[in-house]
């Protein structure tokens, strides 16, 4: 082949190659766009599917919250006797029979929240063993002596649920 022929032939395959990087160029842009394309539909199916489930797991925990707060809690725990120390264990009880029941609901919801959560649980029970210190000689003056230790402030199911009820809002 002369230097002509070598020229001819390159000025065939410019054009080829040329043509050949573009189309390519375009067919992996395009895959691209379809490949984020199904990645945002079947986003966008999980969400449809998942979110009531995730409300309802925020709801059960809010049940719960309402549930162990403190006036809730010691009106709806009747002491059984009237022995105090029965009492604190009773409560205390409740309220890990009542996370238990619910722990399985932490997968739907941050780990910021669920730590939240189990704050407040921990929190609940160290009053019921503060207020349990107390001189009081029965369950009867225990329950009193809970409820007027916990009435000045905050309860901490309180601060939980606004904590979780700011993260529903997140999820709009």
């Known amino acids: 082949m002369t230097g002509d022929g070598i020229l001819q032939l390159f000025g065939f395959l410019l054009p080829a190659v040329v043509t050949g990087a573009v189309a390519f160029y375009f067919f992996r842009l ?3 766009n379809e490949e984020g394309r ?7 199916d999980s969400q449809t599917n998942t979110l009531p489930i995730r409300l309802q797991a925020y709801e059960r925990l809010a049940l719960f919250l309402e549930r162990i707060s403190i006036p809730n809690l010691v009106v709806r725990v ?5 022995d ?5 264990n009773l409560l205390i009880k409740n309220i890990e029979n009542e ?6 609901q932490q997968i739907y919801m941050s780990d910021e929240c669920w730590n939240v959560i189990k704050a407040a649980k921990s929190a609940t029970i160290q009053a019921i063993r503060r207020a349990a210190l107390s001189e009081s000689d029965s369950s ?7 409820l007027n230790e916990t009435m000045d402030r ?10 979780v009820k700011r993260e529903i809002g997140e999820l709009w």
């Open 99 to 104: 996370f238990d029941h619910n722990l399985s």
């Open 154 to 163: 905050q309860s901490p199911s309180a601060t939980a649920l606004s904590y």
């Open 30 to 32: 395009h895959t691209k």
């Open 140 to 146: 009867d003056k225990l329950r009193e002596d809970i």
């Open 38 to 44: 199904r990645r945002y539909l079947l986003h966008k």
């Open 84 to 88: 105090k120390a029965d009492y604190e």
């Open 78 to 82: 009747a002491p059984k006797s009237a």
